[in-house]
């Protein structure tokens, strides 16, 4: 089965630093997009970054000069760096893949359990 794994949430001071990670694994043919989305207590989850097979990126703009989306093609991975954190970030920040599993003729989206970041002094 497929499944997507992440990594790195953690509690960290305003202007600190953190990178998560976000495995997939399992029978997979080829992935189109991974990226990040994140959820606030209370609000709606929203795109954070995303990129695609050929490493076109995405960033919602209060992200934008501060976080750094890569993958590791050949890993399944992806990787969300993120810089200068304000309590404005603390949410759930969930692993999302758009995949085609091996022997399927069409692309699903997956998502993994999220990892929680809390920015706080």
């Known amino acids: 089965q497929v499944q997507l794994v992440e990594s790195g949430g953690n509690l960290v001071q305003p202007g600190g630093s953190l990178r998560l990670s976000c495995a997939a694994s399992?029978?997979?043919?080829?992935?189109?997009?991974m990226g990040w989305y994140r959820q606030a207590p209370g609000k709606q989850r929203e795109l954070v970054a995303h990129?695609?097979?050929?490493?076109?990126?995405t960033y919602v703009d209060s992200v934008k000069g501060r976080f750094t989306i890569s993958r590791d093609g050949a890993k399944n991975t992806v990787f969300l760096q993120m810089n200068s954190l304000n309590p404005e970030d603390t949410a759930v920040y969930y692993c999302?893949?758009?995949?085609?599993?091996?022997?399927?003729?069409?692309?699903?989206?997956?998502w993994g359990q999220g990892t929680q970041v809390t920015v706080s002094s």
């Open positions: 999302y893949a758009r995949l085609r599993s091996s022997g399927s003729l069409s692309y699903t989206d997956y």
């Open positions: 399992g029978s997979i043919a080829s992935i189109s997009i």
């Open positions: 990129i695609t097979s050929i490493n076109k990126t």
